[in-house]
Structures are given as structure tokens and as C-alpha cells.
């Protein structure tokens, strides 16, 4: 009998980014894209969105751009020690054991690698906040969205984060791009068939349309254009604007994420044309410069750089 997934996942918590450009990077997502500072310290600042989750960002100074580690919710304390022992019935060793974690907004946790060396974590009882725009009137992020990673085996990653992570396959993009869900969200992880493992995306969450256009308008104003969009995917159905932030990592504005429900949901294969990869039609297909800032550059995974 196959191991069961190491624990229900309720959400896509925090993303930490290693990145050669950290302190103005922390100003842009500060002082343009919307996030608030919550921490900052030598080399390393921590963001939050107007949600609930004590910081949604983390960026660490680096030497190349790389992704640090994906965090993800679980509801207890009891789940994390659960989640460690069928870690060891899958065969994935610990980075870190069950316990308080000692990082900026606390909580228990443990850590892990998944095959191409990037950091996960599990978390409960990460401290509390008061959400800063409770009534959802300024243009400024919600939450995180979803992360796409790159990979070298996008059937090796999927396996991977169903059986052991318990996600389901919401869509696929032929066979380069499959959407991974833990919640109701259409998917908090994607993978992109590539040569090399790295860091495609980070997308946040704005609380609606009219909230996704004006955030564009606010970056518009000062002097930034998105690298693709406004548009709307058909994956997802998701509204799209990508930018790059200082580091040339890519960000994306979204809203209007598709909302599964279970027993009704059936995973489709979309074609890669320009009509699917946006609805509207008002951004055509990625140019070559978007596709260059996803590509990103090789990341050699935790274990080049995680220090216990």
C-alpha cells in the first residue's frame, strides 16, 4: 500500500526569494507594488498583503536569484508531527525537524526538500495579524496568488506534489504547463516544463478587477509597464500583468482566480495557442523579453546555500 499525503494543505502561506537586488527590490514591493513591510533586517526584508498572513514575502540579498523556500498552512501543531512521520514513509528526509520555528512570525513547522532541491515548509500557528484594508478599498495585493517554478520533469514535480503533498491537477497547458490546487483556488502551484529548475513567477492576488486595473495604474504611473497583459488567462480564468521587479524576477497582478468545487471539477487539457493563453486578446502572446525574465537562471536548490 502507498504512503497517504503527508497532510491537508489549507493554503499557500509566504514565499521567500533569494535576489541580487534585495534592498531595492524591498523598496518596490514596498513603495509601488503594495505590500507592507513588516520586518526588516541585515540583507533580508518580510512583506505582508492586506490579508491575514503575517508576511507573504520574504527577500533574502543573494549573489544570483533563486527561490528560498515555498511555505504552505496546515491547521495544527499535531499536523506538522503527523506530516513528519509520513515523510518518512515516502522516503523524504527532514531539513528541519518538527518544532517552534525561529524565523520572523513564529510558528511550528518543519521543512524539506522536494526532488529538484527546493525548500518547503509546513506551518500552524504562525502569529496572527489584523488585516490591513479590511473593507478592500486600496489597489494593493491580498494575498499570494500562486507560485510557478520551472522544471526539468513536469510529470516527476507533479507526481511528487500529489502523492506526497496531497495537491490535485486542476489543468493542464498541453503537456509545458501543469496547475496545481491544495484549496479551492484553481492553483497555488504551476509548473513549466524547462531546461532548467528555477523560479518562473510570483502572483498576488488583488481583490478584484477594478483593484487589478488600478494597481496597474498606479505602476503605470510610476514609470513601469507590465513585461505581458492586462489579459485574462484561460487556465484559471485569471486576469494577468506581469512585471519585473529590480532583481528581474517577474511579479504578477492577478484577480478573478476560477474557484473549484471537488465532485464537479474536470481537469482539461488547453491548447498553447494566443487565443487561450489570453481571453481577451488585449495582450497577445508573451514576447520574447517575458519569456527571457521567466526563464530566470538555474537554481541549484536549498542545498547550495541553506544553512541550519
Known amino acids: 500500500m502507498s504512503a497517504e499525503p503527508i497532510a491537508r494543505l489549507r493554503a499557500l502561506r509566504a514565499v521567500t526569494l533569494r535576489s541580487t537586488q534585495c534592498a531595492d527590490s524591498g523598496e518596490f514591493y514596498r513603495e509601488v507594488w503594495g505590500l507592507q513591510q513588516v520586518e526588516a533586517d541585515r540583507g533580508a526584508v518580510w512583506l505582508r498583503g492586506s490579508g491575514d498572513e503575517h508576511h507573504v514575502l520574504q527577500l533574502e540579498q543573494a549573489d544570483q536569484n533563486a527561490l528560498g523556500k515555498i511555505a504552505f498552512a496546515v491547521a495544527t501543531p499535531r499536523e506538522v508531527d503527523a506530516a513528519a512521520a509520513r515523510l518518512a514513509a515516502h522516503g523524504v528526509g527532514l531539513v528541519t525537524e518538527p518544532g517552534k520555528l525561529d524565523q520572523v512570525g513564529g510558528g511550528y513547522g518543519l521543512r524539506f526538500a522536494d526532488p529538484e532541491g527546493r525548500l518547503v515548509e509546513l506551518s500552524a500557528e504562525v502569529e496572527a495579524v489584523v488585516p490591513g484594508d479590511p473593507y478592500g478599498r486600496a489597489a494593493v495585493p491580498r494575498k499570494l496568488a500562486h507560485v510557478v517554478l520551472n522544471t526539468v520533469d513536469i510529470d516527476a514535480a507533479c507526481e511528487f506534489y500529489t502523492r506526497v503533498l496531497g495537491m490535485r491537477i486542476s489543468d493542464w497547458s498541453e503537456h509545458q504547463m501543469a496547475f496545481l490546487r491544495c484549496n479551492a483556488d484553481h492553483h497555488v502551484i504551476a509548473f513549466n516544463q524547462a531546461e532548467f529548475a528555477s523560479v518562473n513567477h510570483i502572483a498576488y492576488e ?3 478587477i477594478d483593484h487589478f486595473m488600478r494597481g496597474i495604474g498606479r505602476l503605470k504611473h510610476n514609470g513601469i509597464t507590465p513585461l505581458w497583459g492586462p489579459g485574462r488567462h484561460g487556465p484559471g480564468s485569471n486576469t494577468f500583468g506581469y512585471f519585473a521587479d529590480p532583481a528581474g524576477l517577474v ?31 488585449t495582450a497577445g502572446p508573451p514576447s520574447k523579453d517575458v519569456r527571457a525574465h521567466m526563464r530566470g537562471v538555474p537554481d541549484p536548490g536549498y542545498s547550495a546555500w541553506w544553512q541550519s
Not at 497582478?253 to 481577451?280: G, H, I, K, M
Open 206 to 208: 488583488m481583490n478584484s
Open 251 to 281: 511579479c504578477e497582478y492577478t484577480s478573478e482566480v476560477a474557484q473549484v468545487e471537488e465532485d464537479a471539477w474536470l481537469c482539461r487539457v488547453w491548447r498553447r495557442t494566443p487565443e487561450l493563453s489570453d481571453l481577451w486578446g
